[in-house]
T-cell receptor
Framework: GENVEQHPSTLSVQEGDSAVIKCTYSDSASNYFPWYKQELGKGPQLIIDIRSNVGEKKDQRIAVTLNKTAKHFSLHITETQPEDSAVYFCAASKGGTYKYIFGTGTRLKVLA | SAVISQKPSRDICQRGTSLTIQCQVDSQVTMMFWYRQQPGQSLTLIATANQGSEATYESGFVIDKFPISRPNLTFSTLTVSNMSPEDSSIYLC???????????FGAGSRLTVL
């Protein structure tokens, strides 16, 4: 079955710097890759996603890149702010199943 | 946007007891799921809640331990039966809203079993 690895497990950056979180997946049939942000005491919230027919997607300060050949995808956050501090999860799924396999999470701390 | 309400938000339970968690959505839903998030861990799918029929469980999860009901499109319950400290987790209801094709999560129910 699908396995998703996520690195790093923790990441501290200075406010204004960029943060990059990387995930790899094992099932080449996976074609949908969402990223979720989980703040303390809350459920995960979708922040951006990418499908396998696209190599890159950007939404303001957040971008995701996908390398299907290497089976890895990354989340890029630019100009980080203290409110970006949270746990970020990547996930992979096959189209239409909604059975997401989640990575182990990255705790991002943005230092003011 | 849709509101997914989970009750209770948190509870402390005694070993051997059972607890039922409710999930109510204020919009039309096509699919509902239950996830478990153990302390400091990732999210693991427990089961798909099927309307009017038995839930579909993932490997490692069984109906006797995690009975699930979904009497209508927008409401589901998850029971954690005969709890042990290892069941201490956050249990999350997640849905696919009608007209959408992404998974949306509730705030979760944090269970502590003593």
């Amino acid at each position: 079955g699908e396995n998703v690895e996520q690195h790093p497990s923790t990441l501290s950056v200075q406010e204004g710097d960029s943060a990059v979180i990387k995930c790899t997946y094992s099932d080449s049939a996976s074609n949908y890759f969402p990223w979720y942000k989980q703040e303390l005491g809350k459920g995960p919230q979708l922040i951006i996603d990418i499908r396998s027919n696209v190599g890159e997607k950007k939404d303001q300060r957040i971008a995701v890149t996908l390398n299907k050949t290497a089976k890895h995808f990354s989340l890029h956050i630019t100009e980080t702010q203290p409110e970006d501090s949270a746990v970020y999860f990547c996930a992979a799924s096959k189209g239409g199943t909604y059975k997401y396999i989640f990575g182990t999470g990255t705790r991002l701390k943005v230092l003011a | 946007s849709a509101v997914i309400s989970q009750k209770p938000s948190r509870d402390i339970c005694q070993r051997g007891t059972s607890l039922t968690i409710q999930c109510q959505v204020d919009s039309q839903v096509t699919m509902m799921f239950w996830y478990r998030q153990q302390p400091g861990q990732s999210l693991t799918l427990i089961a798909t809640a099927n309307q009017g029929s038995e839930a579909t469980y993932e490997s490692g999860f069984v109906i006797d331990k995690f009975p699930i009901s979904r009497p209508n499109l927008t409401f589901s319950t998850l029971t954690v039966s005969n709890m042990s400290p290892e069941d201490s987790s956050i249990y999350l209801c997640s849905v696919v809203l009608s007209g959408a094709n992404v998974l949306t999560f509730g705030a979760g129910s944090r269970l502590t079993v003593l």
